[in-house]
């Protein structure tokens, strides 16, 4: 059963429907996961809770919570594919997300976003109130050849 279908787009959560070379060439072409191995994409997936966009069964989108799936996710590689965006599939793989039953309840939620903090304002999301509180270990140029 799809967890949510729009006129144009379905979302699934079944793994064994990922299109793993779509997902590893748009991340390692990301400005976020820039020559990201593939290993450690299916690694990723693996440890994550994720979610496919389909349009007629192609995969056009994708995003993963990294979560306990009883008070934190951690909302990231969120993507469509170019030739899609603009018609929605971006707020229903949110939607689908923000509404799993296995996410419900959760003290927090975290992203981090370049340019789309219009998108996750729609369902919630806003600025850290307070960003000294936080803390990070950074290393963009972890995976070997992102310099
Ligand atoms: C961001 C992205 C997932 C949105 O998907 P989409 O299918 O194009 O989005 P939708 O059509 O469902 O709608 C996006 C909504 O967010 C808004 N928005 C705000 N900032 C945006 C941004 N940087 N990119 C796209 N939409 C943005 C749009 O205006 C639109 O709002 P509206 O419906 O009220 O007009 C997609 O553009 C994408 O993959 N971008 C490249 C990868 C990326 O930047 N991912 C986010 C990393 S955090």
């Known amino acids: 059963m799809p967890l949510r279908m729009t006129a144009n787009y379905?979302?699934?959560?079944?793994?064994s429907r990922f299109d793993l070379d779509l997902i590893h060439d748009f991340l390692r072409s990301s400005y976020w996961a820039r020559n990201i191995p593939r290993a450690t994409?299916?690694?990723g997936i693996r440890n994550s809770?994720?979610?496919?966009a389909f349009a007629d069964s192609q995969q056009v989108g994708f995003a993963r919570a990294i979560t306990d799936r009883?008070?934190?996710a951690y909302l990231s590689d969120v993507f469509i594919v170019p030739s899609h965006r603009g018609r929605g599939a971006g707020k229903a793989l949110i939607q689908a997300i923000?509404?799993?039953p296995e996410l419900q309840?959760?003290?927090r939620w975290l992203l981090s976003t370049r340019?789309?903090?219009g998108l996750y304002a729609q369902f919630g999301f806003q600025p850290l109130a307070e960003?000294?509180?936080y803390m990070t270990i950074h290393k963009p140029n972890v995976y070997p050849g992102s310099h």
Request: contains cysteine; proline residues 7%; negative net charge.
């Open 98 to 100: 923000l509404d799993h």
């Open 10 to 15: 379905e979302i699934s959560t079944d793994p």
């Open 115 to 117: 340019d789309a903090h």
């Open 131 to 133: 960003p000294d509180k």
């Open 70 to 72: 009883a008070t934190f």
């Open 41 to 43: 994409v299916e690694k």
């Open 105 to 107: 309840g959760l003290r």
């Open 49 to 52: 809770l994720c979610f496919g």
